[in-house]
């Protein structure tokens, strides 16, 4: 189907004046998933996010065994496209279609009909994912969200909730968030280490030690020292502002967890140590 078709089709079913049972489902749908990385951001987001968001978890119009292929298709010929590709318009099928597994896993969550090797082929391929994502950009001009991190991000958090992944992997999925920390390409400016926060916090709530947490966090000064001899200077002022920002981020949430009273003096500890060597 054409993207002029399915947009309208997809306007018709939000304005009301289409409902999704007289629908073609397995054709729309499919048509959504063909143009789910389209640069046109109100077709992408707006329209073709927003009725899979309703299909999936308001309304629950789409069953387990549709949900099933659309994952494995998900996986298999869309999450990679153009990947290593940066400033190129593949980032919007990549980002999006990490949101649309997202949505499936908290379906997943909710009504149990993914088998657990699903579900953690969805986890290794997340992490290859995040490792191998270049294109970091957050809102893009005339184009829209591209938020590759951020949606990623979320799409962790639905998977660490998941009872199909044990408290075990939690330690590569930590260490693949925690190494978006330390991009010198740019800085974040859409709040993308509030959104890798999330799902860190999610995995301390199911049982990830803190002390893992706290050695991560007592190695960045060492990271950055590391970095600064290798890279530009604008590349490594860019990281540091990133690796602030994060530390003030976390620092502000586990004020309000006060399991977390020991992070929060390990990310004191970190800000206050001495960074003459970053001048």
């Not at 069953?63 to 990947?83: C, F, H, Q, R, S």
């Not at 920002?245 to 009273?261: E, G």
Request: hydrophobic share 40%; proline share 2%.
């Amino acid at each position: 189907m054409e993207a002029n078709e399915l947009k309208k089709i997809l306007n018709e079913l939000k304005s009301g004046e289409r409902t999704w049972e007289t629908a073609q489902e397995d054709v729309i749908v499919y048509s959504m998933l063909e143009h789910i990385g389209s640069t046109d951001g109100e077709l992408r987001d707006q329209l073709i996010y927003s009725m899979f968001y309703q299909l999936i978890i308001e309304k629950k119009l789409l069953g387990p065994e549709l949900l099933t292929e659309l994952l494995v298709v998900a996986l298999n010929d869309l999450l990679y496209k153009g990947i290593g590709e940066k400033e190129t318009d593949t980032v919007f099928t990549r980002s999006f279609t990490t949101l649309l597994i997202a949505l499936i896993l908290y379906r997943d969550n909710e009504d149990d009909f993914l088998d657990q090797n699903m579900v953690l082929r969805v986890k290794d391929n997340l992490i290859d994912y995040i490792n191998l994502e270049k294109d970091l950009r957050g809102y893009v001009p005339d184009k829209g969200w591209a938020h590759s991190i951020a949606h990623v991000a979320d799409t962790f958090d639905e998977l660490v909730k998941s009872n199909k992944v044990d408290s075990e992997h939690f330690g590569e999925m930590l260490n693949a968030l925690w190494n978006k920390l330390f991009v010198f390409d740019s800085v974040y400016i859409h709040e993308e280490e509030e959104r890798i926060l999330i799902p860190i916090l999610e995995m301390l709530e199911r049982g990830l030690k803190i002390k893992e947490i706290e050695l991560l966090i007592q190695q960045i000064p060492n990271e950055l020292k590391k970095k600064k001899s290798i890279i530009k200077e604008e590349e490594y002022w860019f990281l540091y502002a990133n690796c602030k920002a994060f530390l003030k981020s976390f620092h502000i949430k586990v004020q309000k967890i006060p399991k977390l009273d020991p992070l929060k003096k390990s990310i004191e500890d970190c800000l206050k140590s001495d960074w003459n060597f970053l001048s």
